[in-house]
């Protein structure tokens, strides 16, 4: 997670970073810091939702890779839907 912020201190805008960064805070409980990124990442990506992470077209490495996002970010309050 270092990497991962100072990736965000210099392109606070990189998203995939924001996604994953605020995932793996989630799922360590770090809700505050978590939600902060989720935040940031809901203004660049208005329609993140539980239903885009999942459709097909949604760029992930691996299956695993969704699940882990997708646990992580509905502890902080990913919707459902967009």
Known sequence: MRYGEG???VQPEFKAVLR???AS???LGNIARARDLF???ERLEPDLSVELLRD???PFPTPSCEALIETGLSRIGLPRHA
């Open 56 to 58: 097909d077209s949604y």
């Open 7 to 9: 990736v965000i201190a």
């Open 39 to 41: 935040d940031r990442l």
């Open 20 to 22: 994953y960064l605020a």
């Open 25 to 27: 805070h989630g799922h």
